[in-house]
């Protein structure tokens, strides 16, 4: 008799930060980046692992279980969120960065939101109108730029989100993302993020998500 199969173990692997706490000073701060990556999305990934162990799709790959997020339980749902999330996060920021997008990525900006200036206020009012915790995006959606907003860790890519797509830009607009350094002024830490925008990562997420 073969040996009943072991339950799946779930093991999302929490990413290397791809540059210092103290890289994206003064913009964002290194104490919160310390907490915010090894206490909050550490914290995701431990939780995501705890969520799914022992479940059939627990080695799927993380787009399959946020595509079908309304399948799962909260605990999926918020901690597969908060990881993929996060992930996307810090590699759409970089030290000496920010300025503005170039090639493809620029004139389909200009094209979809009238000019860089004009898409910059619209995720900002995206940004600082999210009440309470949660994300605004740029995504691709139906092959077309939009910007969206959603609560708490849930993303476009979930077959919740109202509006559908595949992001390739975050702001994490969570108090834990700006609290220490900014309190309340929310729209301050937004308008520092654009000082430590990746655009060229930005770049290569819109000329992935467009195959
Ligand atoms: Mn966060």
């Known amino acids: 008799m073969l040996a009943p199969a072991s339950p799946n173990t779930a093991d999302y692997q929490l990413p290397a930060l791809p540059y210092a706490y103290d890289a994206l000073e003064p913009y964002i701060d290194a104490r919160t980046m310390e907490i915010h990556y090894t206490k909050h999305h550490a914290g995701y990934t431990a939780n995501l692992n705890k969520a799914l162990e022992g479940h059939a799709d627990a080695d799927k790959d993380i787009t399959h279980i946020l595509a079908n997020i309304s399948n799962y339980s909260t605990a999926v749902r918020n901690n597969a969120g908060g990881y993929y999330n996060h992930n996307l996060f810090w590699a759409v920021m970089a030290p000496n960065a920010g300025g503005a997008p170039t090639g493809t990525l620029a004139d389909d900006i200009n094209r979809s939101f009238g000019s860089f ?87 290569q997420n819109y000329n992935a998500a467009k195959r």
Do not use: C
Request: zero cysteines.
């Open 117 to 203: 200036e004009k898409f910059k206020e619209a995720f900002n009012k995206a940004a600082a109108a999210r009440f309470g915790s949660g994300w605004a995006w740029l995504v691709v959606s139906n092959g077309k730029l939009a910007i969206t907003s959603t609560a708490n860790q849930d993303n476009p890519l979930m077959d919740v989100a109202e509006i559908k797509g595949t992001p390739i830009l975050a702001l994490d607009v969570w108090e834990h993302a700006y609290y220490l350094n900014y309190q309340n002024r929310r729209p301050d830490y937004i308008s520092a993020f654009w000082n430590v925008v990746n655009w060229e990562q930005v770049a």
